[in-house]
């Protein structure tokens, strides 16, 4: 192989997620190309995403055609099974010559990857994202595919440990990066633009708004139902919120005068979001798997207190207690006992907490660090090849 030749990577992501964009702002402008293969259908690309793609100096490119049939492409595999699809990305494999293929997310991204890496000779790559493993490897049709993943890897990377092992369980052999958040964490910059005041003068409840897929929103708007007159005094946004949640808060506002309101999904940007859990003094985050979430992250480094699914890996960075209530079964009755449970502590006690969470998670969430490890783990990978 041409020593000179500037290497390359394929990038099998869903390109309208702010996670994906977030880490190709990490791993872009460097000596290597990246080229983008969309791995579900997207109306649009991200911005950011397509700002890089627009930028020719940040190394980033996606065909133009492969952009515009995302969604066909969807619709059509769906019946035919992938294959158009991985015949594409096979074809772009064929001209390309990646040295390495790096599929982020196991469903949508490396399902449709693993058949185009065999028997070529390309480092293979593997992200694990939110339930990947922890939700699907327990049903019979995905854990097939997903051990052929996990066998054809050469790198895998997760955000929590649990993922590491349920891999390492399901028979990975391969080499694991260090765990790392995969959302891509929080600039400095954010975090010092915006005012955090002690907890207990916050007078926002910000609850996570999904009631699709594995979402349990809706468990979480009956629990304030059930204690709206212990919470008069609290202003609730649901954001992110799923049409189904967005119609539960607007009969919950006529029917009980709740001080409620949902932003839709996709509307609020990062800096967006951080800035609300500056003001909020709890998240609430229900759903029945997840990885290291993102909206815990981001509340407990504003100081919040969090009542979070024990399904996701939250136990990972926060105990019981401290700051933090951990549902064990996510059950109405459940959310409304941490509900009492954090209610009863608000005063010096969240106060001293939060304030403790915030300081520690900050210095996990980095931005700058974390973009560091993206870029080293597209090192290691290319010097394996």
Not at 105 to 127: C, G, I
Not at 278 to 297: H, N, P
Request: glycine share 6%.
């Amino acid at each position: 192989m041409n020593a000179s030749r500037r290497k390359v990577i394929v990038v099998v992501a869903m390109l309208d997620s702010s996670h994906v964009a977030k880490w190709l702002r990490s791993v872009a402008y460097q000596q290597y190309q990246i080229r983008l293969f969309p791995s579900s259908p997207h109306r649009r690309l991200h911005p950011d995403i397509a700002r890089l793609i627009a930028d020719q100096t940040s190394g980033v490119s996606l065909s133009s055609m492969l952009n515009v049939l995302a969604l066909p492409l969807w619709v059509v595999d769906n019946i035919r099974f992938l294959r158009m699809r991985q015949r594409l990305l096979t074809r772009l494999c064929d001209a390309a010559q990646p040295d390495v293929l790096h599929a982020i997310e196991f469903q949508h991204s490396a399902y449709l990857a693993e058949p185009v890496v065999q028997n070529r000779p390309v480092t293979f790559y593997v992200t694990n994202y939110g339930s990947d493993l922890y939700w699907f490897g327990q049903q019979k049709k995905h854990r097939s595919r997903i051990d052929a993943v996990l066998r054809r890897a050469n790198f895998y990377s997760a955000e929590c440990q649990r993922d590491v092992e349920l891999a390492r369980s399901f028979g990975y052999k391969g080499k694991v990066f260090p765990v790392r958040p995969n959302a891509g964490g929080i600039p400095e910059t954010l975090f010092d633009s915006i005012e955090v005041s002690q907890p207990s003068s916050r007078r926002v409840i910000a609850i996570k708004g999904y009631t699709n897929f594995v979402g349990l929103a809706q468990r979480a708007l009956k629990a304030v139902v059930v204690r709206r007159k212990e919470l008069r005094h609290f202003k609730i946004v649901v954001y992110s919120a799923t049409y189904r949640a967005r119609l539960v808060v607007v009969w919950m506002r006529l029917r009980y005068q709740i001080n409620i309101h949902s932003i839709p999904k996709f509307r609020m940007s990062q800096p967006e979001v951080v800035q609300m859990m500056s003001t909020a003094a709890l998240y609430v985050g229900v759903s029945e798997s997840d990885g290291l979430s993102t909206s815990m992250l981001e509340a407990l480094s504003c100081g919040a207190f969090v009542i979070q699914s024990g399904t996701s890996c939250c136990v990972e960075v926060v105990e019981h207690g401290e700051g933090a209530y951990v549902l064990r079964n996510n059950s109405v009755q459940e959310i409304v006992g941490a509900l009492d449970y954090f209610l009863s502590g608000v005063g010096d006690r969240w106060n001293r907490t939060g304030m403790s969470n915030a300081g520690r998670l900050r210095d996990m969430l980095k931005a700058e660090a974390l973009a560091e490890h993206a870029r080293n783990c597209y090192q290691a990978c290319l010097a394996a090849h």
